[in-house]
């Protein structure tokens, strides 16, 4: 197997989607032989990176050639027209199944597609697959997925992050133009920083979430998954805007980033809350991070710290906030009307059909967490817990509020550490407190982005760390034009570090 | 005097454990109730640190945005189909879900 350097474009290397998209535009190169192109990379790879579960190839070729002719024939192309984009499993599509990698839902087949891949398709783009995920969203790893676990494809000793994982991976890998995650607490920003790509967790209420299977209801958002800044404001311009089929998307227009991306912010403030700045972050981490405060000061933005005391709280206040919306929106799953259920004996009951129907169905981390909600609001424990957690939540929106008016964006880790290797967090909580930099964004309901920001050696191999910037909601037009400024920046001493094929 | 057991400081017992997997619609094998107790309980004791935080006069937040209701129009839209509805269940006779006998004799 060779090295993922010559696939993984971290930056606006030609490849990036906006430059196959006008590739194909201005018929410099066709739709199809991009497919076919993901496609083979896909075919040799997929077995030992389990980014997909399902692709669609004869789907995805029919789509490029329908592309290819109108563009033959001169007629205007949508902005996404034929680009392959892989969709996370737990993102209901009328294309194969959504298993969310469960065996609860393992030969669900949805009725209908979600909005966001319905507005993806208008725009043009082709649904290549479906990826692997941990269990309904629930891991910070690609490990609990009933599919298998998901690989990194720079070294596949290591777990890609998640629970995006197989998203991450694929685009990371080479095999699809770029993908769509969802973020309940760092799942598209976690495994992005792991595999160096850019990831999106959108504001929430951007992003509509009908057809995103329900995991923290005030806590998800779907967001994009791409190898450049400027292809995740691309994407998020197609899926923004209001949705009457969810009452929770916010009532702004779509988003058009993409005309606004490639021009740098003039004095642009970038705060660094001094909690973020842990000596318990590898010091790899913390190196890309003073190294993209230095890249900004060389730009001329000012450089301010600031005070985010809460940070350390974010993960208790979410595995309150998300175990306990997460035991009341899996309820749902019962053996009755879809999904697993289980075989009954002569005598047995209802609740035995309930109950061993969810216990087949459902793996070990998503029933810890439906017991830790259910046991959190429970009679007795509510306010102790699940009130408590909602009071947090204020104070934790109220310092980023006080944040911002100190700085334009904030810049951080991703992640504590690059990469980790399979069962290295088997242990629940230190799993869960991987999550401690991206939780708090979720719970605010504001937005973040992470971008490839260097390199961590490990064994002789480089693996990719992320720095993350985060706005207060709706800010993306700033977010994303602070990233790109970056990401240009950042671009040269990135690039020089990337492992050779 | 025993440990109030709504205390959070009370150590998560078995039965607490079982009653919950009960009400939460989960057959958890006996043999692995004390492995969710360990691993649940060391997630409540990380969480006890939300107990230190100063929260005098604050507001539960539930959601991100103080968002209000946004009816629909009063439009009749096409719902799913019988054939879409029924197309994932696990058992059906006819046009309905069939389900197993769930009355005991005499109930």
């Known amino acids: ?501 | 005097m025993p440990d109030n057991p709504h205390s959070k400081t009370a150590a998560l017992t078995t039965a607490q454990v079982a009653h919950v997997a009960k009400l939460a619609r989960l057959e958890v094998a006996p043999g692995r109730i004390e492995e969710y107790r360990t691993q649940l309980a060391a997630v409540l004791g990380h969480i006890a640190q939300l107990d230190a935080v100063d929260l005098a006069g604050v507001e539960p937040m539930a959601h991100p945005f103080e968002s209000h209701n946004r009816l629909a129009a009063d439009i009749p839209v096409e719902s799913l189909s019988i054939e879409a509805v029924l197309m994932n269940a696990p058992a059906v006779e006819g046009r309905f879900l069939a389900v197993p006998k769930v009355l005991a004799e005499g109930d």
């Open chain 1, 1 to 501: 197997m060779t090295s993922p350097a010559h696939n993984t474009p971290t930056h606006n290397t030609p490849s990036d989607m906006t430059a196959l998209r006008d590739a194909v535009a201005t018929g410099t190169t066709t739709a199809e032989s991009i497919c076919a192109g993901m496609l083979a990379v896909t075919a040799e790879r997929n077995t030992e990176i389990n980014a997909f579960h399902e692709v669609f190839a004869e789907h995805a070729l029919e789509a490029a050639r329908r592309v290819d002719s109108d563009a033959r024939a001169g007629r205007p192309l949508p902005p996404l027209a034929g680009m392959p984009i892989a969709i996370k499993d737990n993102v209901a599509t009328t294309l194969g199944r959504t298993t969310c990698s469960s065996r609860m839902l393992e030969n669900y087949r949805s009725p209908f597609d979600a909005t966001a891949v319905e507005r993806l398709a208008h725009a043009g783009a082709v649904v290549m697959g479906k990826t692997n995920m941990d269990e309904f969203a629930m891991g910070s790893s690609g490990e609990h997925c009933k599919w298998g676990p998901v690989r990194n494809p720079w070294d596949s000793s290591r777990v890609p992050g998640g629970s995006s994982a197989g998203s991450a991976a694929a685009v990371a890998g080479g095999m699809c133009a770029a993908a769509i995650g969802s973020d309940t607490g760092g799942s598209i920003r976690q495994p992005a920083s792991f595999c160096g790509i850019v990831g999106l967790k959108p504001t929430y209420g951007r992003i509509s979430r009908w057809g995103l299977v329900a995991f923290g209801s005030s806590l998800d958002q779907i967001g994009p998954m791409t190898r450049s800044v400027r292809d995740a404001a691309l994407m998020l311009d197609v899926m923004s805007g209001i949705d009457e089929r969810d009452s929770t998307t916010a009532d702004r227009p779509p988003t058009e980033l993409a005309k606004t991306v490639e021009r740098p912010i003039e004095g642009l403030r970038v705060g660094i809350p001094r909690q973020y700045m842990s000596d318990a972050n590898d010091s790899e981490v913390n190196a890309a991070v003073n190294a993209a405060a230095d890249a900004y000061r060389a730009l001329g933005a000012t450089i301010v710290s600031v005070e985010l005391p809460l940070t350390d709280v974010g993960i208790s206040t979410y595995y309150v906030i998300a175990p306990a919306e997460a035991s009341s929106n899996l309820a749902r799953y019962d053996g009755i009307r879809y999904g697993h259920r289980a075989q009954l004996q002569p005598g047995e009951d209802l609740f035995t059909l309930y109950a061993r129907s969810r216990s087949e169905g459902f793996g070990p981390e998503v029933q810890r967490r439906i017991m830790l909600g259910t046991y959190m609001l429970s009679s007795g424990y509510y306010d102790a817990y699940y009130k408590r957690a909602l009071q947090v939540r204020r104070r934790i929106k109220q310092e980023f509020d006080q944040a911002f008016t100190a700085c334009d964006v904030l810049l951080g880790p991703t992640a504590p550490t690059p990469a980790f290797g399979f069962g290295a967090n088997s242990d629940p909580l230190a799993m869960y407190l991987c999550d401690v930099y991206t939780v708090n964004t979720n719970i605010a309901g504001i937005c973040g982005v992470s971008i490839p920001a260097g390199f961590a050696e490990r064994n002789g191999k480089h693996l990719p760390i992320g720095v993350q910037l985060q706005a207060n909601a709706f800010e993306e037009d700033r977010l994303l034009r602070a990233a790109r400024m970056l990401e240009r920046a950042l671009a040269a001493t990135t690039g020089a570090h990337a492992p050779k094929a």
